[in-house]
């Protein structure tokens, strides 16, 4: 059973506006939350994480939100620009603290 | 470098064969995970080590794999008598310990003949 679901598997956006990319989850003993982003031929980067105990993380342009009800978290990039084109994968890690599940990952691409 | 190194970039192997994938985590990083990336897939758990103690190898898809970290530092995965569905990419990560955020290689790119 896939723990980590990412339901879009490409995602276009015009540059300069919102990009949205979704993540749900099964287990809600999940209790960290990342997302990752990755070029072609290198590994995921880290791009930004929320813990359990919070709704909202802010890093620049990048907010995570997280709906524990609702076992869903989401990605905001505003603005978006050419270089945020990548994959990005959400991932969730195990309250034992050992173990990431990943989901299959998002494409975003943003349209100069 | 400070990043998590893997080598090498690229295996070709014949079915048959083992193969051994190298992984140097980042300095000081006690956990070290490995995963196995299908095309389309996202990272698959494959095995943890928190320094030299391998802590869970439960997404070891056979007893075919086998991984080491003797010092704690740099790591191996084995493949034994490989297969062509062991071929994927294979991730190594580092982290600093419990619920840090995980530093990834470029990975090896394994294909089985």
């Known amino acids: 059973d896939q723990q980590v679901k990412q339901n879009s598997p490409s995602l276009s956006v015009q540059e300069g506006r919102i990009s949205i990319l979704n993540c749900d989850y099964t287990n809600s003993m999940f209790d960290y939350f990342l997302w990752y982003k990755k070029y072609p031929a290198e590994g995921p980067t880290f791009l930004i994480s929320i813990s359990s105990i919070k709704d909202k993380n802010e890093d620049g342009r990048f907010t995570v939100f997280l709906n524990k009800s609702a076992k869903h978290l989401s990605l905001h990039i505003v603005p978006s620009q050419p270089g945020d084109s990548a994959v990005y994968f959400c991932?969730?890690?195990?309250?034992?603290?050992?173990?990431?599940?990943f989901g299959t990952g998002t494409s975003l691409t943003v349209i100069p | 470098g400070a990043g998590v190194s893997q080598s090498p970039r690229y295996k070709v192997a014949k079915r048959g064969q083992d193969v051994a994938l190298r992984c140097d985590p980042i300095?000081?990083?006690?956990?070290l995970f490995w995963y196995q990336q299908a095309l389309g897939q996202g990272p698959e758990f494959l095995t943890y080590?928190?320094?030299?103690?391998?802590?869970?190898k439960s997404g070891l898809p056979s007893d075919r794999f086998f991984a080491e970290r003797p010092e704690g530092s740099v790591s191996t995965l084995k493949i034994q008598r490989t297969q062509q569905e062991d071929s994927a990419v294979y991730l190594c990560?580092?982290?600093?310990?419990?619920?840090?955020?995980?530093?990834f290689g470029d990975g090896t790119r394994l294909s089985i003949l």
């Open positions: 991932a969730v890690l195990t309250n034992t603290g050992n173990q990431f599940y």
């Open positions: 300095s000081g990083h006690v956990s």
């Open positions: 080590f928190q320094n030299e103690a391998q802590l869970d």
């Open positions: 990560a580092s982290s600093s310990g419990f619920n840090q955020p995980q530093h």
